[in-house]
């Protein structure tokens, strides 16, 4: 439901001004109205009137060292490990001249550890592939030993690596052959042969060269190989002690500090927002007075709170709330426990004016409704069920996901109840083992399926076109309401001669009925103009939309059908269970996703825009952050 609010003005002491906005804070449930929106000032015949308070040096000078220095703490926050840290006892202000002092040396000193870092795991990577790649030669000399012939290896990256090795031993002849060789593991080594008594001569040659992107040849000896895999596990263990030694610093020193920068970051969050309340004040030589908003039943607190910190000096005084004034006031969503989480769908959308509908509580009785009737399976209802009350404790400090839980929760009851209905459980199971009884068969009562469900949309499209008719007549725009009231009437006629043309006992009831609608459809035009009958067909449309309620459900069903069908075809039990169970686990995935797109469709499309007025404004009242 959108919360009643009340227009409050907020008098005082001049120099009590900012005294009395931290008293606001601390509370956190007043909207401040900005200069620009509020109305003018009154002001007693003969005294100066209230004006906007002037831009005062000192306070923007704090504004600007205070926005400097939480840039530079968010800097380091983002940079700080979420880890365990002790908040200080310090009071803020201590803590926002010590951080002032140290930040830009801190965010230095990170990013030198960082780049440190980086450093140590680049050299410990390639240092890590080079020992696997010396494993992987040792065997490869040890399949294919050689006498009298001198062997080198360097491991290949690239086409281009391989390119620039040809190009270097081009002018070489005979003296050294090059070949490419795949060893285990996949890694491709470029092989070079020479004669064993050029070795001193080679590698000091080979010693000059540059290949890009390459290392120095590995010597294809198992002494050579044994001491090139000693000299870099020695080398690897070293460096992987500094890396540890270094993230052992960072963690000491996030363990130190980020409780000091989120208690710094919050700080400098609730002064800004008191300066930035500050420049909505008016003022005179002696007094300041603001104006704002807030909930009805949190205006004795406010009341309550200045008393006890003023003694009467700063006085709340609750306004009139005109007409000029109905477009500006915040929206708050206020419903009770079980229609709170469908506020998560509420979001999705614009915020409501403040003389329209909350669509909470419509969405908590229809969503669950509409998503069961589609699903309609006992099975899929208790999985649904099982996952959404594990969900909801595993998921405590996540409270969107709580929310999505819960709503998957009373989704999964509606599924169990119209499962029982239609008797399904994983599709025609329960009834063939379980002889479950059923009083709807989807499987084979289409068209029952689709009156259903086109009874359905007529009620719920008849509650928007009511809804809309009171809201109407609520703003005083009468012809709209007539027009929103017609509607309905025709719409109830509509069915009545539909049911005269199905059921002989009313077919009496015909003639009547069409002269009554030939009466009607003028007096739609005169309220609603010469667009009405395109409105009423429109309307006409949005109800044969439901027909998608029964489309879906038979899809579910039937997909249920058709993996039970083939697990019995299958001749095996194990592989029939597995089958089986990977096509209801998809259809259970199609029957969350389908059903809950096209029943947000549904109220979203067919069933908000007979009511609802969108443009509202977010409540958004001074607080900490």
Not at 382 to 404: C, E, M, N
Not at 500 to 515: I, K, Q
Request: aromatic share 10%; glycine share 8%; proline share 5%.
């Amino acid at each position: 439901m959108i919360a009643r609010m009340s227009k409050v003005a907020v008098v005082g002491p001049k120099r009590l001004a900012g005294e009395t906005l931290a008293v606001i804070q601390q509370l956190g449930a007043l909207h401040i109205e900005e200069h620009e929106a509020t109305s003018a000032v009154p002001a007693e015949a003969g005294e100066a009137p209230f004006h906007p308070a002037p831009p005062d040096e000192n306070l923007l000078t704090r504004r600007a060292f205070y926005e400097g220095l939480l840039v530079r703490v968010n800097d380091m926050l983002e940079c700080l490990p979420e880890v365990a840290s002790r908040l200080p006892q310090l009071a803020p202000t201590v803590v926002i001249h010590s951080l002032h002092e140290v930040t830009d040396r801190h965010l230095r000193q990170w990013k030198e550890w960082c780049a440190a870092g980086d450093k140590l795991r680049s050299e410990i990577s390639q240092l890590t592939r080079r020992q696997e790649l010396i494993t992987r030669l040792n065997g490869l000399v040890e399949r294919h030993p050689v006498e009298g012939e001198l062997r080198l290896a360097v491991e290949l990256t690239d086409e281009a690596q391989w390119a620039a090795w040809q190009e270097v031993l081009l002018g070489q002849g005979d003296r050294i052959t090059l070949a490419r060789k795949t060893v285990k593991g996949g890694a491709e080594v470029a092989v070079l042969a020479l004669p064993a008594a050029e070795k001193n001569a080679v590698l000091e040659w080979l010693a000059t060269l540059a290949i890009p992107g390459g290392e120095q040849p590995l010597l294809l000896d198992p002494q050579a190989l044994r001491l090139a895999w000693e000299s870099g596990s020695k080398l690897l263990g070293d460096l992987s002690g500094r890396l540890t030694l270094l993230e052992e610093r960072r963690a000491t020193f996030a363990g130190r500090w980020r409780g000091i920068y989120l208690v710094a970051h919050d700080w400098l969050h609730a002064q800004l927002a008191l300066l930035a309340a500050q420049t909505d004040l008016y003022e005179t030589e002696l007094c300041f007075w603001l104006f704002g908003w807030l909930p009805s039943p949190e205006l004795p607190r406010l009341r309550e709170a200045l008393m006890q910190r003023f003694a009467g000096q700063v006085v709340v005084e609750e306004q009139e709330i005109r007409e000029h004034d109905l477009a500006r006031v915040p929206i708050v969503l206020r419903n009770p426990g079980y229609f709170q989480p469908f506020e998560l769908l509420v979001r999705l959308l614009p915020i409501p004016a403040y003389t329209s509908f909350d669509l909470t509580p419509f969405l908590a009785i229809f969503f669950p409704l509409f998503f069961g009737m589609m699903l309609g399976d006992m099975g899929y209802g208790f999985i649904l069920l099982v996952i959404a009350l594990i969900t909801i404790p595993a998921a405590r400090q996540r409270p969107l996901l709580v929310d999505a839980a819960k709503i998957l929760g009373v989704c999964a009851v509606y599924t169990v109840i119209f499962g029982f209905l239609f008797g399904e459980l994983f599709g025609a199971v329960g009834r063939r083992f379980f002889h479950l009884p059923h009083w709807i068969d989807r499987h084979g009562s289409i068209v029952p399926m689709l009156y259903f469900a086109l009874s359905v949309g007529f009620i719920h499209i008849g509650l928007g076109l009511a809804l809309g008719m009171v809201a109407a007549f609520r703003q005083g725009e009468k012809r709209a309401g007539l027009f929103k009231l017609g509607s309905i009437v025709l719409l109830c006629l509509m069915a009545l001669i539909f049911f005269s043309f199905r059921v002989e006992r009313l077919a009496m009831l015909t003639t009547p009925l069409l002269m009554v609608l030939g009466v009607l459809l003028p007096l739609l035009i005169f309220t609603g103009g010469f667009m009405a009958p395109l409105e009423v067909l429109q309307t006409i449309g949005n109800i044969i939309s439901y027909a998608r309620i029964m489309a879906i459900g038979l899809t579910s069903v039937l997909l249920a059908y058709v993996a039970n069908r083939i697990a019995g075809a299958i001749g095996s039990i194990w592989v029939g269970v597995l089958v089986a169970s990977l096509l209801h686990a998809l259809n259970i995935v199609l029957g969350v996703f389908a059903p809950t797109v096209h029943s947000l469709r549904l109220h979203y499309v067919e069933f908000l825009g007979k009511f609802m007025a969108m443009g509202g404004r977010k409540f958004a009242p001074l607080g900490k952050s």
